[in-house]
């Protein structure tokens, strides 16, 4: 590791995790990814900003050593996850003078997940302020990206904002700055898509919030630093609108080659119709790019064979992963073959409703598909057509 300057009196000192593939045992890591840890030198006091994985704080140790760092004053806490709190016990130990500064709700989650000792913890409200002595950090508490306690600093004199996980990105990269590496937005893309969309309603809130600030640099906890804001927030503003995409997404499994054939008439059927598919076979899908392909599609409709009386369970994982990612999609649907009967199309439509979602009603076909069930895949196509012609909200 090596420790970046990134502006007088701010060096960058975390973490570039090359090999990890797995976070929370659940989100692909195909890039790798980062974690960003930020040292910020005033004239009289010394603040670090996040720190890194516990299974890598011995690079942040030897950053922080190559950095000349031999009082620590305080440890900014902007979010209590693992992946960047989780190393805070060992620096508490290493530089025993130093404090943790963060807000009320992160300081009990901090005291239940890593039991921190309290009175190593200076707890700040909202806009407060921290002098370091020619540099000044103020806080904005911003509740539920991701987590309830999260919050952002802004270094006023540099005009920087320090925001953990809020416009980060899964990605292992050499580039300190986004606008060094091809594929960043992407990244963010589908780091949006796996971990904030839920939370597009809170997103919306605070970023017209973060307009009184004056931005100039955007420092995340994973990935590269945005040197240019209005990049990552500008495409923020897009996804958390309630623009739609022309778009048609199809989640699908098939076990005796039933249901892919639905899926290959029905997405045909679609195209003549002029609205983009974008099918994802669930056997070999990668769930991070179906998520992301969610983030503006108008309509998903979930393809599925019947497995004893219910939904195959790759579909059924779909369904929930729709239902936690909470996707602005306004119109769903089911397709699928059975043999004997069961409750699928219920099942799968308690896990995917929404107040402001129609469910159409599904195809479900016994057996293999004959010419009436591709009649009725064609019929399923024409009213996703016609709702999408007539939605003002869906972009053409």
């Not at 963060?102 to 909202?126: G, P, Y």
């Amino acid at each position: 590791m090596a420790v970046r300057k990134m502006a007088e009196g701010v060096e960058w000192v975390g973490s570039i995790d090359w090999s990890r593939r797995l976070f929370d045992e659940l989100i692909p890591l195909p890039s790798g990814t980062s974690y960003n840890a930020y040292l910020v030198r005033g004239k009289g006091k010394t603040a670090l900003v996040d720190t890194v994985d516990p299974t890598k704080v011995d690079e942040l140790m030897v950053n922080l050593a190559r950095a000349g760092v031999k009082r620590l004053d305080y440890v900014v806490v902007n979010h209590a996850e693992q992946d960047h709190a989780g190393s805070i016990p060992m620096i508490l130990g290493r530089y025993p003078e130093a404090k943790l500064v963060t807000n009320e709700k992160c300081a009990e989650m901090l005291s239940l997940l890593l039991h921190v000792d309290k009175e190593r913890v200076m707890q700040v409200k909202d806009l407060e302020a921290l002098e370091l002595g020619g540099l000044t950090l103020k806080f904005h508490l911003m509740p539920w990206v991701h987590w309830p306690e999260t919050m952002v600093t802004y270094l006023e004199e540099e005009k920087m904002l320090f925001t953990c996980d809020f416009f980060g990105s899964h990605l292992a990269t050499a580039a300190l700055y986004a606008d060094e590496e091809p594929g960043v937005l992407e990244a963010a893309k589908r780091y949006y898509a796996e971990i904030m969309m839920p939370f597009r309603s809170s997103i919306k809130g605070h970023l017209e919030q973060l307009k009184k600030l004056e931005i100039e640099t955007i420092a995340p906890s994973h990935g590269p630093i945005w040197r240019d804001p209005s990049v990552i927030m500008d495409a923020y503003r897009e996804w958390v609108s309630e623009s739609l995409e022309d778009v048609v997404v199809i989640p699908y499994v098939s076990m005796h080659g039933s249901t892919e054939k639905m899926v290959e008439h029905f997405s045909n059927a679609l195209i003549e119709r002029g609205i983009r598919v974008k099918p994802f076979n669930l056997a070999v899908t990668d769930t991070g790019e179906l998520a992301k392909a969610l983030i503006g599609a108008a309509t998903f409709v979930l393809g599925t064979p019947t497995v004893l009386f219910g939904p195959h369970p790759k579909a059924v994982y779909a369904a929930y992963l729709i239902s936690v990612l909470k996707p602005k999609a306004r119109y769903a649907s089911l397709i699928g073959s059975y043999g004997w009967g069961g409750k699928t199309a219920k099942m799968v439509s308690d896990l995917v409703s929404a107040p402001e979602r129609e469910i159409i009603p599904p195809v479900l076909v016994r057996g293999y598909p004959n010419r009436e069930a591709l009649k009725a895949l064609d019929a399923l196509a024409d009213q996703i057509a016609e709702r999408h012609r007539s939605d003002p909200r869906i972009r053409r």
